[in-house]
């Protein structure tokens, strides 16, 4: 007995008979799951700067508690002025900036994919697009049309549309050849084929294009608010930057998080339905 | 009755000559296979007749009637089958009536019908990607008989299967085919499957393709897999593969 136990001990070394590569991988790791640890992380950075400004480490000029900056956004988005003013203009613009870069997305891309030649010469100017700083145009914007949604809506939606361009060529190049020649075979004209195949066969790439389109169409609007507006979440935080009210700029900084945050994960429910690569 | 009449069909890329001239006549209701080295330009053939592409010279008449583009009694069966992954099996097999403006109720029937006719009734609400290679096959079977064809083309339809799975299909597609009474132009690189399935075999050449032989296969139908083993079988498949022996062996430059 005891010397079949001791085989057994030299023999133990390898705990593991099944390769690395094939073990499962664990579930949990101190117990908690993957989205445990998502919201763990989110808690301990919460948690971490309200310690850190509750000490009195770093001055309130720069940081505020998380609680207070919550406090403040509550309060915020109660107060029909800041709606009115602030949070439902910067919603309205990246609604309508969406829609815009969206649709002359699509429609540049169908363009661009119908006549090879357009394709051809317009294709480099889309590769070194968003090398070209975009922002900066946005000051001639403000002179030609003045302060007001026209030049945010230019410049935001010059910002979205060419990501969704970008994507749809990519969907409508990703039709087989047999589905071509499918098409051509069945005598579908050229409206049934843009709806029946194209458009079909594109749209997990046009879907990511738009999701990326929509977060551009928040930046877009959100950072022209903050260079030069009157009105708007963007405006709001840097006036509040601008007159040391920094309570209400993390409180602006926040909600805009909570916005961009609800609007990435609508975009990405609803994406998955009609994504028919994820069935 | 000789329903298609290929006449010194020549097609040329960029310079190479790729096909022919090559004539070729299929009656009504004919089993026709061609084989061939592959490059030969078997697939271009089809096509020219499928109306996808236009020859270079020569012509093509099906039913009495000069080839001017794609026709809607013929119907194609492609190597990759050509599914729509982002539609439903039955919704796949109605498209081609879709494509011709059947109204849904009616198109959905009769593709119900053919979906019946391939074995597949269970899988209609199934997406494609969810079937095996030779299961996608069948629907696109069952999406070519929707349009009741008075000639269907088929590209290796089992090029991309294994071989039990396509002999398992050469029979179901013989059984479909024997129903009907429209002519078939098969194109295949299985010599067993091309014996096995035709009325005659058509030898192609290395490219540019033409015709080196065209052989009848007498043998009664119905046919069951037994019939590989008769003389008039084993005859024809030793004289094909003589032929494309050589004919591949020059395709590759090796002789």
Redesign the interface.
């Known amino acids: 007995m005891v010397l079949m136990t001791a085989a057994r001990a030299t023999a133990a070394p390898r705990r593991y008979r099944i390769p690395r590569y094939l073990r499962p991988r664990p579930r949990t790791v101190l117990g908690m799951t993957s989205s445990a640890w998502t919201v763990a992380l989110g808690l301990l950075c919460v948690v971490t700067l309200e310690t850190v400004s509750r000490a009195g480490l770093i001055s309130d000029l720069y940081l505020v508690p998380p609680s207070t900056m919550a406090t403040r956004a509550a309060s915020l988005v109660t107060d029909g002025g800041f709606l009115r003013q602030d949070l439902l203009p910067s919603v309205a613009l990246i609604a309508v900036t969406f829609a815009v870069a969206g649709l002359l997305g699509i429609a540049t891309a169908y363009l661009l994919w119908r006549s090879d030649w357009c394709r051809r010469a317009a294709l480099p100017w889309l590769a070194v697009y968003y090398a070209i700083p975009v922002f900066a145009i946005y000051p001639c914007l403000v002179v030609l049309f003045g302060v007001g949604p026209v030049p945010i809506l230019v410049v935001s939606v010059a910002f979205g549309t060419v990501v969704v361009v970008t994507n749809t060529l990519t969907g409508f190049d990703s039709v ?1 050849q ?2 071509v ?8 004209g050229a409206g ?1 084929y843009l709806r ?2 194209l458009l ?2 594109a ?1 997990p790439d046009i879907l990511a294009g738009l999701r990326l389109g929509l977060v551009y169409s928040i930046i877009g609007v959100l950072a022209t608010e903050f260079i030069l507006s009157t009105h708007g979440l963007g405006h709001y935080i840097a006036d509040a930057y601008h007159t040391f009210r920094v309570t209400d700029m993390y409180a602006g900084i926040l909600l805009i998080c909570v916005v961009a945050l609800v609007l990435n994960v609508g975009s990405a429910t609803v994406a998955g339905r009609l994504d ?2 994820r ?1 | 009755m000789t329903h298609v009449v290929a006449r010194d069909v020549v097609r040329t890329f960029g310079g190479v000559d790729a096909l022919g001239p090559i004539s070729l006549d299929i009656r009504e209701g004919e089993f026709v296979s061609v084989v061939g080295p592959s490059g030969c330009g078997k697939s271009t053939l089809m096509e020219i007749i499928g109306g996808l592409q236009d020859p270079d010279a020569g012509s093509v008449a099906i039913g009495g009637t000069d080839l001017a583009g794609p026709r809607d009694e013929t119907s194609i069966v492609f190597q990759d089958s050509a599914t729509l992954p982002w539609r439903t099996v039955l919704d796949n097999v109605a498209f081609a009536l879709e494509a011709k403006g059947v109204p849904r109720a009616a198109r959905l029937e009769i593709a119900r019908e053919r979906l019946a006719t391939v074995g597949l009734t269970d899988f209609a609400a199934h997406y494609p990607t969810q079937l095996s290679g030779g299961m996608r096959q069948r629907v696109a079977i069952a999406r070519a008989l929707t349009t009741d064809p008075d000639l269907i083309l088929a590209d290796e339809p089992f090029g991309a299967l294994d071989e039990q799975t396509r002999l398992l299909m050469s029979f179901e597609l013989l059984r479909v085919v024997e129903r009907l009474s429209c002519s078939v132009l098969f194109i295949t690189h299985s010599i067993q499957e091309a014996v096995l399935l035709s009325n005659r075999v058509v030898v192609m050449s290395a490219r540019p393709g033409r015709i080196l032989d065209d052989i009848p296969i007498d043998l009664p139908l119905p046919r069951g897999l037994d019939v590989l083993t008769t003389p008039v079988a084993t005859e024809a498949v030793g004289r094909i593969w003589a032929l494309i022996r050589r004919e591949a062996q020059l395709a590759m430059g090796l002789t």
């Open positions: 087989p047999p589905v020649k499918l098409a051509r075979a069945r005598r579908l049934q029946r195949i079909p066969a749209a028919w690569r069935r």
